[in-house]
């Protein structure tokens, strides 16, 4: 089983709907993030989270909210969705600063 | 603020040449993280490196921390080494990545 998954893997909805994107891991890691990819840019981070009671925002938050429900689990929400937040979603994760990050696969989101 | 460029951006070889993707850096860094992201979307750490160099398999990367530059080659490429390679001061800096294609 991988080691880092996010659910759904695809997912189309229309503008001004709420979504939630999910990410579970099982590597034990505390440190958890969100990232988006767009054609022809790197990834840019979204939030990060260096345990359960620490929330962090990244260089593009506006739009999003994320919630750590345990160790385990980071969920990046989309309040009201808006076409340029189509994207590829990423989940990563870390044992440190600097350290080697674990991707899940991504999320294709495409809002309408 | 610290940001990396790569080139070249897009990078198209014949199986069997040797591949050179460079990074530079533009502050003092820890550590730089290689990363592959395969056509289908799934990124996976190669390398992280602080000083000098790293080898597995057919890949090696090295850094030059004076001169804040980094590079990744592939020895005997292949059409499977056909992806999007990705330069990184992970958490916050990555590089929009080189897309190597390698024809048989």
């Known amino acids: 089983d991988a080691d880092v998954t996010q659910t759904p893997r695809n997912r189309i909805t229309k503008t001004g709907k709420r979504i939630m994107l999910e990410c579970s891991q099982t590597?034990?890691?505390?440190?958890m993030y969100w990232y988006r990819q767009d054609p022809g840019l790197g990834l840019r981070l979204i939030y990060y989270?260096?345990?359960?009671?620490?929330?962090n925002k990244g260089e593009i938050s506006d739009g999003y909210s994320v919630s750590r429900q345990a160790q385990a689990k980071f969920s990046l929400s989309l309040e009201s969705a808006i076409p340029n937040q189509t994207a590829l979603y990423f989940c990563?994760?870390?044992?440190?600063?600097?350290?080697?990050?674990?991707f899940g696969p991504g999320t294709r989101l495409l809002v309408l | 603020k610290n940001e990396v460029e790569q080139s070249p951006q897009n990078l198209t070889a014949q199986e069997g040449e040797f591949i050179t993707i460079n990074c530079s850096y533009s502050?003092?860094?820890?550590?730089l993280h290689w990363l592959q992201q395969h056509p289908g979307g799934g990124i996976v750490s190669l390398f992280m490196?602080?000083?000098g160099k790293k080898k597995h398999g057919r890949l090696i990367a090295t850094i030059n921390i004076q001169e804040k530059h980094s590079s990744l080659h592939i020895t005997a490429s292949h059409p499977r080494d056909s992806a999007v390679y990705i330069c990184?001061?992970?958490?916050?800096?990555f590089g929009k990545g080189t897309k190597l294609t390698v024809n048989p």
């Open positions: 990563a994760t870390s044992d440190g600063t600097g350290e080697t990050q674990y």
């Open positions: 590597k034990g890691h505390d440190r």
């Open positions: 989270s260096f345990d359960v009671k620490d929330i």
């Open positions: 502050v003092g860094i820890s550590a």
């Open positions: 490196l602080s000083s």
């Open positions: 990184a001061v992970p958490p916050t800096v």
